[in-house]
């Protein structure tokens, strides 16, 4: 196991929503498909979905110019409506882990650690911490060179969350 230690990346988020659609909206696909991707004109679409401890789901993000992204997610934690747990991976059609094609030793094994915590009855905190999972040396460089994007990525999905959440 390697022991090289990278800080987290944190994204703090307050949504006019409640702790458990919030979470749900993390968790369940009829909620998913209607925002887990960076910008408005993309698609999301789950070809399979075990939500759960120890489970798994596989998406497709099909951005406006027709590019597909997959994205092959291992469950470690659900733990309604207070934390979740996932590692991600870039995939291809059958769920098998690839590369990451754009940036040269991304770290293989990324985890983000989701909490929600009630601020009021229709309101909600989300933090939500990314980092590399025992990353080698280059994969450590690799995640440090970017930091200043990683906002971009789960930010711009934050957002897309929350003119979800607005809409329903």
């Known amino acids: 196991m390697n022991q090289i230690k990278v800080e987290p990346s944190v994204i703090t ?4 929503a409640p702790r458990q659609l919030v979470f749900d909206a993390w968790t369940q696909v009829k909620h998913l498909n209607n925002w887990m991707f960076p910008m408005p004109g993309c698609t999301c679409e789950f070809v399979s979905a075990e939500i759960e401890n120890e489970g798994s789901s596989l998406h497709k993000v099909t951005m406006p110019n027709g590019h597909e992204m997959w994205l092959y997610t291992k469950y470690e934690e659900v733990t309604p409506p207070e934390k979740l747990v996932f590692l991600q ?3 291809n059609e059958n769920g098998e882990i690839v590369p990451m094609a754009h940036i040269p030793n991304w770290p293989k094994d990324m ?3 989701l909490l929600f915590e009630e601020i009021s009855a229709k309101k909600t905190k989300l933090t939500f911490l990314w980092e590399p999972r ?5 994969e450590a460089k690799a995640f440090e060179n970017t930091r200043s994007d990683h906002g971009k990525g789960w930010g711009a999905g934050m957002e897309q969350l929350e003119l979800y959440l607005s809409s329903i």
């Open 13 to 16: 988020r307050e949504f006019n």
């Open 89 to 91: 991976y870039m995939s």
């Open 111 to 113: 985890l983000a650690t």
């Open 134 to 138: 025992n990353p080698s040396d280059l």
